[in-house]
């Protein structure tokens, strides 16, 4: 069942070892089938190193196991909160990454600086408030999902495909597995650069002009980066 779906899974969480953005079994990916509806993710405390397509773990929407010999990841709760607010996304990924961690721990959302954050991130990527001890203590996994959804508001979550969990780490995601990876690895660069800019002084965000900009020629229905299948014979103003 969806073995191409846990290839893909499978291949996904590897890549975040291979980015650099998980040791031990601190991550994981899952991944969206339209079709069905029903998700692959990474089993809990697997070791990447062991790790193998037949060892993803095939739930439905509502969390119940349909195919699997191992227990889903324990943050697949979370991962089901939001599949089931945006039906765009195919793809959540959870890493403790190195920066992106420090800036949630520190509960602070990580600012627009410059045009690498605004390719990828339209505005932001928000931090949520810290659970209370109530949310903790009952349905937590669960919580972290509502919290990052009450977090993110009216926002399209395809353009700013990530959140920092106060005190706890990124969830990032996207339109499939792979592409919620790239965010992931994204987000960590982003977070590794915000984090030099404010040590050295700098704390207002770019202009929004900038930011329309660059976001937009890579985002939505008027983007021009990259190649067309029709390229133009002359470039604009020269």
């Not at 773990?57 to 195919?67: L, P």
């Amino acid at each position: 069942m969806l073995e191409k779906l846990k290839k893909d899974v499978c291949r996904a969480n590897l890549d975040l070892v291979e980015q650099g953005l998980v040791i031990h079994t601190w991550g994981n990916v899952s991944g969206r089938d339209f079709k069905t509806g029903l998700i692959v993710i990474k089993p809990s405390g697997v070791s990447y190193a062991d790790m193998k397509p037949e060892d993803m773990v095939v739930i439905d929407i509502e969390g119940n196991i349909v195919e699997g010999k191992l227990k889903p990841s324990t943050d697949a709760p979370t991962h089901l909160v939001l599949y089931r607010t945006y039906k765009s996304l195919g793809g959540v990924v959870h890493t403790h990454s190195t920066y992106a961690t420090s800036w949630a721990q520190a509960g602070k959302s990580i600012p627009p600086f410059g045009t690498t954050h605004a390719d990828h991130f339209y505005g932001s990527v928000p931090c949520t408030r810290m659970l209370t001890d109530n949310e903790i203590e009952t349905d937590y996994e669960i919580n972290t999902g509502k919290v990052i959804v009450q977090t993110m508001g009216s926002v399209d979550p395809l353009s700013v495909p990530s959140v920092l969990v106060n005190s706890h780490g990124p969830f990032c995601w996207g339109k499939d597995a792979e592409s919620a990876v790239y965010n992931a690895v994204a987000l960590e660069e982003i977070a590794r650069m915000a984090f030099y800019t404010v040590l050295l002084g700098r704390n207002e965000p770019v202009d929004n002009v900038l930011l329309d900009k660059h976001f937009k020629r890579k985002h939505g229905n008027d983007a021009y980066y990259g190649q067309d299948k029709n390229p133009p014979t002359h470039l604009k103003g020269g």
